[in-house]
């Protein structure tokens, strides 16, 4: 019986690349926004492709490329950012101070609940009553009993079936917390936080690891797959033969990232028919997926409405691995006056297709419509929640039902004739 033990370098653990272990031997990367990676599964996989498809009220799709690109800086990843001008680095959001004066920037003020206490928000108003009537009545007078055999339990014991004492939750002899904090889907957030309101600093920007590129004319496309391919050349490959032995000691930089805005538009001046333009889209796309699943490399493309009839769109969906859908937040609609806190909504996010590397079966979203919102700092994608009470004013509205006093001065609402009481 022999047993093989590795020595030296070959066999210590790599350094921090950015990237983490997903399902079906995936190597997952962030996508800078922890509420995207909670959507996608996760995170982004190493070779596949995501298409934002935008409309042309809806500008979160640079947005959400701006986050890619930044956690790629940040991370120590290559980063490859094209467009039809050349983009500004400048432009990339700063990291935030920290992840708990992030979290307190995100609260509203006058809204700052316990976080012992985590309850739907509908229920808020029924627990204050409840408290108020409380404190008004005062704490009854309580004696304590004592059973015959069992010894005083003195008051500053600690309480073991309390969480503060609890092994499952991570908590040491010496009383300080060693769980990771995790979201309420119970998967850790581990992207950076950024500040849309400061640009990223030049310490950061001051590595050659960020390409800025600017395509414009009629043969963009094709300067566009030239310039993926020549930065996919310096990126390590995903796939090496079997008497090849890993390199360990490479970091971070041999993982790259594509972020492509506005792929097609007009600002491309591409100086041909909509129908050839379509066509050249798909092809480039399809030269562009191809390049990054040779290489460990992810992508982000953002399309804007107007570029590809319904039909290429389809066709476009079945060639990418993860398709999102923006749209603009209209007022005036019906998810306004149902949703909470309509103010702070800014758009809504479809989610129309999840990566499914190395799957037989794609995997179905929880959830097919999420809104985005505007913070202090940052963008946020939360799950759409309906508000009862507006549900229900909604539905009263809707079936012409009137208030009490409109039924007592008046006949029924919904009187056929003149004469019916």
């Not at 799709?61 to 290559?78: I, N, Q």
């Not at 379509?278 to 699943?293: E, P, S």
């Not at 929640?385 to 509205?397: L, M, R, S």
Request: proline share 7%; with cysteine; hydrophobic share 35%.
């Amino acid at each position: 019986m022999s047993s093989f033990v590795r020595k030296g370098a070959f066999g210590a653990s790599p350094a921090d690349l950015g990237t983490r272990a997903g399902l079906h031997s995936q190597t997952l990367i962030s996508t800078g926004l922890a509420d995207l990676d909670r959507i996608l599964g996760g995170g982004l996989p190493l070779g596949a492709i995501l298409v934002l498809f935008e409309d042309a009220y809806s500008p979160h799709g640079s947005t959400l490329l701006r986050y890619f690109a930044a956690e790629g800086v940040v991370c120590g990843h290559r980063v490859h950012w094209a467009g039809a001008a050349v983009p500004e680095p400048k432009s990339l959001p700063s990291l935030a101070k920290s992840r708990s004066h992030s979290q307190q920037d995100d609260q509203e003020p006058g809204k700052q609940e316990d976080p012992k206490l985590r309850i739907a928000w509908q229920y808020r108003r029924y627990i204050k009553r409840q408290h108020d009537a409380s404190d008004q009545q005062g704490p009854p007078p309580t004696t304590p009993l004592r059973r015959r055999g069992v010894p005083d339990v003195p008051s500053n014991a600690a309480d073991v079936t309390s969480p503060s004492t609890s092994t499952s939750m991570g908590v040491s002899a010496g009383g300080q917390t060693t769980m990771k904090p995790k979201s309420s889907s119970g998967m850790r957030d581990w992207s950076h936080q950024f500040d849309l309101t400061r640009p990223m600093d030049e310490s950061h920007l001051q590595t050659n690891l960020l390409t800025c590129q600017g395509y414009r004319g009629s043969d963009a496309l094709g300067r566009l797959v030239a310039g993926v391919q020549a930065f996919t050349g310096t990126l390590e490959k995903p796939a090496q033969p079997l008497n090849t032995k890993p390199n360990m000691s490479r970091g971070p930089e041999s993982i790259g990232r594509v972020a492509i805005e506005g792929l097609g538009c007009t600002s491309w001046q591409l100086g041909m028919d909509s129908q050839h333009a379509m066509d050249d889209v798909l092809r480039t796309v399809l030269q562009i997926k191809a390049l990054v699943r040779a290489a460990k490399c992810a992508a982000c493309i953002s399309i804007p409405a107007g570029v590809l009839q319904d039909s290429a769109l389809v066709r476009l969906q079945y060639m990418c691995d993860a398709v999102i859908v923006l749209e603009a937040f209209r007022e005036d609609s019906g998810i306004a006056r149902l949703v909470s806190d309509a103010s702070s909504c800014c758009g809504l996010l479809r989610v129309r297709r999840l990566p499914a590397l190395n799957t037989l079966s794609r995997p179905l979203p929880s959830s097919e419509l999420y809104l985005l919102r505007h913070r202090r700092r940052r963008l946020a994608i939360e799950q759409l929640q309906v508000d009862p009470d507006a549900e229900a004013a909604e539905a009263e509205h809707a079936s012409g039902k009137s208030s009490a006093a409109g039924l007592l001065c008046s006949g029924p609402p919904a009187a056929a004739k003149i004469l019916d009481f």
